[in-house]
């Protein structure tokens, strides 16, 4: 070894430049936390249901808050449209209304009954009341 004399070993070195040597894991955390975000991940496919930007947006700006009895009527209407194998469903629920692309299970936009009166609703293939 031309510049460095006197180390046998790559370890030896390793303090001497920074390197820390490789952290050494305690497998049964490593596994309870993989267990823990599996079951995350699980729980949060159950229901399926999201929420793209742009409804994430119209939300916050139309002032519109889910409950979590909302949110479960809206993947139950979410569910039966995908029974009818409609693609695109406005889901109208208390007085609001969706518009939800089902293969992807996201609702697209949201609407108050405010905006909705007005408005026609295009490119859809289906309605679903809850």
Known sequence: MNGIKGFTSIEQIRDT???NSPKKTNKGTEAD???SVLEKAASQETDGLR????????LAQRDISLS????????DGLKKAEEKDIKNS????DSLAFIVNVPSQTVI?????????????TNIDGAVIV
Do not use: P, W
């Open 17 to 19: 430049y920074g390197i």
């Open 68 to 75: 979590a009895e909302q949110t479960g009527r809206l993947s």
């Open 109 to 121: 936009t949201a609407l108050d009954s405010n905006e909705s009166k007005e408005k026609a609703f």
């Open 90 to 93: 406005l889901v109208l629920m």
């Open 33 to 35: 936390s993989f267990q």
């Open 51 to 58: 929420f793209s930007k742009h409804a994430s947006e119209r």
